[in-house]
């Protein structure tokens, strides 16, 4: 994620060419009106000084720190009854290793965690939360392949409720944000935890690839539409000269990133941290 360096180097020694900036943010992942929105406050400045290679630098980072939180308030345990988490996202991003990072994340920082293998279609998906669950010494609740994944969230909330357990977390369906009826199906998800607790489920963490780029952001426009998201967990961001969508998204939907996946590893999970992931755009 450095592409301001590359930005620097693009005009170094030139005069900005405005539309050819527009593009190459365009193309970093910013979004369409991240993008316009860096170029006009350049645009404002030039009225009062020639712009310089550096000024592009400067004034997008300070645009795209205006817009990036810091760093998200931390995910507590309720004062009651089990924390319930959505991950959703579509095939192929992650999500099912990503769930088992974020229980990692919470056994390591002394939470209780329930993990409910709510991916019931994919080949060998009951089996591969299984095993990670297995590593992470916590239980999981897993039902029959095909079965309904709504009435399998609803029994493993109870569950979690009478073992005092303070994370359930949910892996889902990798499902296309573009098909209706599987969509509909992380509505019924949602409406059967609500059942327990109308504000369950209480965190809703869409899994993106960093290297989808733009596409990435509309995933996210349907997922929210339909269930409500509460953040992101970015995989990829480390080996990625992308990673303009967390912005994009955070700019359009006002979604924050709450993790970033870093490597292979189980600990390889770790909470967004603005500063940091605006100091690597240089």
């Not at 550096?54 to 760093?71: F, G």
């Not at 599987?182 to 409406?191: A, I, N, S």
């Not at 963490?205 to 339909?226: P, R, Y």
């Amino acid at each position: 994620m450095n592409f301001l360096k590359s930005l620097v180097q693009k005009f170094a020694g030139r005069p900005v060419d405005w539309d050819e900036l527009e593009e190459a943010l365009i193309r970093a992942d910013l979004g369409v009106p991240m993008s316009l929105r860096i170029v006009e406050a350049l645009q404002e400045r030039a009225t009062r000084q020639t712009i310089t290679a550096n000024d592009v630098s400067e004034v997008a980072r300070d645009e795209i720190a205006r817009v990036l939180p810091i760093a998200p308030p931390p995910i507590r345990p309720l004062p009651a009854g089990p924390k319930v988490m959505l991950i959703v996202g579509v095939n192929g991003t992650g999500k099912t290793t990503s769930t088992a990072k974020l229980a990692h994340y919470f056994k390591s920082r002394r939470h209780t965690v329930l993990l409910v293998a709510a991916d019931t279609f994919r080949a060998a998906a009951i089996e591969q939360l299984g095993i990670w669950a297995q590593r992470l010494g916590v239980e999981m609740i897993k039902g029959q392949y095909n079965a309904d994944p709504a009435a399998l969230c609803y029994d493993a909330y109870q569950a979690a409720d009478r073992q005092d357990i303070e994370f359930l977390l949910c892996d889902t369906a990798g499902r296309l944000h573009t098909k209706i009826n599987l969509m509909g199906e992380l509505e019924k998800v949602k409406r059967s935890i609500a059942k327990h607790d109308p504000k369950a489920p209480h965190e809703v963490l869409l899994v993106v690839d960093a290297t989808t780029g733009s596409n990435a952001l509309a995933q996210a426009k349907e997922f929210h539409q339909a269930v409500g998201l509460t953040g992101l967990i970015v995989t990829k961001l480390d080996g990625s000269g992308k990673g303009g969508v967390v912005i994009a998204i955070q700019n359009e939907l006002g979604i924050p990133t709450r993790f970033v996946g870093t490597g292979e590893k189980l600990e390889d999970l770790e909470p967004f941290d603005g500063r940091e992931f605006i100091a690597k755009m240089v």
